[in-house]
């Protein structure tokens, strides 16, 4: 066989395989981990205690060019011995809660159940 190019480099043939292994591993270790926290709320006791707020904030991802933005949500609540824990919500739910409300906060692990004035 003569001396020459016998297709391509050893990196690129290894570039082809390595990148999907890595997408796929990716994609396979959030879909894990989402189950893992899951299960881990839903083995958690469902807790109603005193609240207030104290921060809201958002977090705004994505958009560019032709693709839409979107918005998480997040409150802190504090507890009367002064610990506090920060929640995501829904938007329609972060709405209704304004800082400085005093309630009684539900939740389960950290997914966020209600919020009653």
Not at 91 to 98: D, P
Request: glycine share 10%; hydrophobic share 40%; net charge neutral.
């Amino acid at each position: 066989m003569p001396m020459g190019f016998d297709g391509p480099p050893l990196i690129f043939k290894a570039m082809f395989v390595l990148i999907p292994l890595i997408i796929i591993g990716m994609i396979v270790f959030s879909v894990i981990n989402g189950i893992n926290i899951w299960a881990r709320n839903n083995s958690s006791p469902v807790l109603r205690r005193d609240a207030t707020v104290v921060t809201k904030r958002t977090k705004v991802w994505g958009g560019s060019e032709n693709s839409s933005a979107s918005t998480s949500y997040f409150v802190t609540f504090e507890f009367d011995d002064q610990s506090r824990l920060e929640l995501q919500l829904s938007g329609s739910e972060y709405g209704l809660i304004a800082e400085g409300d005093r309630g009684t906060l539900t939740n389960q692990g950290t997914r966020f159940n209600a919020f009653q004035r």
